[in-house]
Each structure stands twice: as C-alpha cells, then as structure tokens.
C-alpha cells in the first residue's frame, strides 16, 4: 500500500506515490480483514463440525466441551486465533462469564478458567485499532459440564457399540455434525474411568479403577445366581443415585468378563437416567 507525500528519492517525479511508514501520519489504516479462532476449531451450535475439533487423545473430548473447576479430572480450554493484518490491529477476547474467565485477553493465546456451574455462553475475538473495535470478528460457542459423565452422556448417549470380547478395533458415532472413528475398543472398566474422571485411553483392567472401590463408598452388596436358562436370583440392590457404579464379581472375588455385559447395560441405564 501507498500514500502521496513528500519522497527524498531524487530520481522521483512530482506526484510520485512513496511507501507508508509509521511516521506518515496521512497514511490510511487498512481495514480489518479477518479475525479468526483458531482453536477452538469447533462451536456448540455449528451445525456441522470438523473431525479434528474432536480431541483424539485422552480426555477425549470436542474442543468446545470443559468441564467445572471441582470436577475430578478437571482441564481447561484451549483457546488460538489470529488477526489481520497483525501490523496494524491486534487481538481482544471476550468469553461469557457462564463459560468460565480470561486471562491475558489481549493474547494471541488468553488462558482460560472454568467456572464452578454448569453452563454455556461465546467466546469472541475481535481485532482492535488504537483501543478501537474494528469491524472483523469471530465467535464459537463453548459448553462446561457439571462432570465428565454428564459430557460423555451427550458424546456417547446409550445403545452405541463400542468394542466386544471379539476384538473390534475401531468404532464411530455422530455428534454434533461431526462422525468420530475411535482408534480403539473401550471395554466396561475403561469405559467407568473415562465417565469419572477423563483418564485413561478407554480400556483398562481391574487395576485401573480400582480407586473407586473404596469400602467406605459402598452402597449395597446382593448375591446373585444365573442358570443357562435365563433364571436364577437376583435381589434389587436398592436405590440408585446418577453416577453409581455396578459391578458384578465372581465366587473367587474377581471381576467376571461374561458378567462385564451386564455391568455395561446397567451403566448404560444409569447414564439414561442421570445426566
């Protein structure tokens, strides 16, 4: 870009355009041309979404989903854009005080906090010139959970596969406008850690949920028979509460693998019934 002015070359001609600099103060500012979030790469109300707006490692997650500062296994947003032109505007972003707080909102890259509730609200960014607002935004929409499980409640929902006792590799499921492929199976216990706290990569054995087996949390213990015929006992345990985990344990005092489907399907009603 130009603008007319004084020009020191002596080779010039009277009229001749020089170049702008920051000290030709009759240099027009160019317009804003863009304000772009860069991450997150997905929005809560896009009608559709990009496959890598999910998160495909542990917590597996879309970028657009956190979850409240007391959850177990608690994480922030990332949040990235950019301006341009970047010489001349910079960056300002604003984030609804129900999706949590900003630090360091004049950054290319701010730090976020999550909120304590449950809640939704923008994030925007803007390009500013001079502490003016310039005409380029841009805006996605973030949601925080209450916890981990009320999050893969919305991903997950009820009565999708996620790996057998067969070995499958791979699974998908639609979300948001967005068909994931999961890179692995997940079994019941994997399955169990990711709904409490995010951890783990969706297949793990007794050992890893162990920790939540702590006598002290223990609701109600029954004793339960099975023929082949689909008879047998089975007392109520009682009332359930969103969030409790069933598990089913063998004579010998280890988990059972055939037992592991009725786990899931008792979980999968849990989660139907206490988001």
Same mark, same amino acid.
């Given at each position: 870009?130009?603008?007319?002015?004084?020009?020191?070359?002596?080779?010039?001609?009277?009229?001749?355009?020089?170049?702008?600099?920051?000290?030709?103060?009759?240099?027009?500012?160019?317009?804003?041309?863009?304000?772009?979030i860069l991450r997150p790469i997905g929005s809560l109300d896009a009608s559709?979404?990009?496959?890598?707006?999910?998160?495909?490692?542990?917590? @597996?997650? @879309?970028?657009?989903?956190?979850?409240?500062?007391?959850?177990?296994?608690?994480?922030?947003?990332?949040?990235?854009?950019?301006?341009?032109?970047?010489?001349?505007?910079?960056?300002?972003?604003?984030?609804?005080?129900?999706?949590?707080?900003?630090?360091?909102?004049?950054? %290319?890259?701010?730090?976020?906090?999550?909120?304590?509730?449950?809640?939704?609200?923008?994030?925007?960014?803007?390009?500013?010139?001079?502490?003016?607002?310039?005409?380029?935004?841009?805006?996605?929409?973030?949601?925080?959970?209450?916890?981990? %499980?009320?999050r893969d409640f919305e991903n997950f929902g009820t009565g999708i596969s996620?790996?057998?006792?067969?070995?499958?590799?791979?699974?998908?499921?639609?979300? @948001?406008?967005?068909?994931?492929?999961?890179?692995?199976?997940?079994?019941?216990?994997?399955?169990?850690?990711?709904?409490?706290?995010?951890?783990?990569?969706?297949?793990?054995? %007794?050992?890893?949920?162990?920790?939540?087996?702590?006598?002290?949390?223990?609701?109600?213990?029954?004793?339960?028979?099975?023929? %082949?015929?689909?008879?047998?006992?089975?007392?109520?345990?009682?009332?359930?509460?969103?969030?409790?985990?069933?598990?089913?344990?063998?004579?010998?005092?280890?988990?059972?693998?055939?037992?592991?489907?009725?786990?899931?399907?008792?979980?999968?009603?849990?989660?139907?019934?206490?988001?």
């Open positions: 870009m130009s603008c007319r002015g004084e020009n020191s070359d002596p080779n010039s001609r009277p009229g001749d355009a020089v170049p702008c600099d920051s000290t030709q103060q009759s240099c027009p500012v160019p317009p804003c041309n863009r304000a772009t559709t979404n990009p496959t890598n707006s999910w998160l495909s490692s542990p917590c @597996f997650h @879309f970028d657009f989903q956190g979850v409240v500062s007391g959850s177990a296994g608690p994480y922030v947003l990332d949040f990235n854009g950019e301006i341009d032109p970047a010489a001349h505007y910079s960056p300002n972003w604003t984030l609804d005080a129900a999706a949590g707080t900003l630090a360091n909102g004049t950054s %290319l890259q701010p730090t976020h906090s999550a909120p304590t509730a449950a809640g939704e609200g923008n994030v925007t960014l803007q390009g500013m010139h001079g502490g003016s607002a310039a005409g380029c935004t841009d805006r996605k929409r973030i949601k925080i959970y209450r916890d981990h %499980l009320a996620c790996g057998n006792p067969l070995g499958v590799s791979t699974w998908t499921f639609t979300r @948001f406008g967005a068909t994931i492929s999961m890179p692995g199976s997940w079994n019941c216990h994997g399955g169990t850690r990711h709904l409490n706290n995010g951890g783990g990569n969706g297949s793990t054995g %007794l050992s890893g949920v162990s920790y939540l087996f702590d006598p002290s949390r223990l609701k109600a213990t029954v004793t339960v028979t099975h023929t %082949l015929t689909g008879g047998g006992s089975h007392p109520p345990l009682g009332s359930l509460s969103r969030g409790d985990i069933v598990v089913c344990f063998t004579d010998a005092g280890e988990l059972g693998e055939l037992l592991d489907q009725l786990v899931e399907r008792v979980g999968h009603g849990g989660l139907r019934s206490g988001r």
